[in-house]
């Protein structure tokens, strides 16, 4: 079956920046999206269509197809106690990542300055501005369930966990 709208799609990938590796999913689960919703990179997406399991892909993506331009002056002042992400570390540090809920969703911040209750966060996506390099492997492709469908989202065995 080929990736197309309404597909599920199961891969794995290694993403790289000039040749330096920059994340992979290899030593962890496959990454599943739901083909067509938009819940994925839009050129990724792109370059995944009409693939196949087994199939493997190497796209370079410019930064208007993977997470934008760097915007100069994105930064916010967030309460620390919004910020989730620490982990074992005990503090929170200027360079360090970290995830925050907003109306829009979820978003990666970059740590700028901690003060005692704030902390000055850059709103751009770690990755913005790079090009970068999708090495993808693709395990299997599936036909999305129609439950699947009208929740613009893949459901693991067993539902969504969320009501409707």
């Known amino acids: 079956m080929q990736i197309a709208k309404n597909t599920v799609v199961e891969f794995h990938y290694t993403l790289s920046e000039a040749g330096e590796q920059l ?4 030593n962890q689960d496959a990454l599943v ?8 990179l839009p050129g990724l997406e792109a370059g995944l269509e009409g693939k196949a ?4 892909v190497t796209l370079t993506l410019e930064p208007k197809d993977a997470y934008g ?5 994105l930064t916010q002042r967030i309460p620390i106690k919004h910020l989730q992400g620490l982990g ?12 925050v809920e907003s109306n829009q969703g979820r978003h990666q911040v970059q740590i700028i300055k901690v003060g ?5 966060c850059d709103l751009n996506h770690p990755f913005a501005g790079k090009t970068l390099t999708f090495d ?18 893949v459901h ?8 409707h």
């Open 33 to 40: 999206y739901l083909h067509g919703a938009e819940g994925m």
């Open 69 to 73: 331009e760097y915007q100069e002056g």
């Open 136 to 153: 993808v492997e693709i395990l299997s492709v599936r036909e999305a369930t129609a439950e699947e469908v009208s929740h613009g989202h």
């Open 88 to 99: 074992n570390n005990k503090v929170w540090k200027p360079g360090m990542t970290a995830i």
């Open 53 to 56: 399991a087994g199939d493997k």
């Open 23 to 26: 994340e992979t999913s290899t």
């Open 156 to 163: 693991a065995e067993g539902g969504c966990g969320h009501n």
């Open 116 to 120: 005692r209750f704030n902390a000055d």
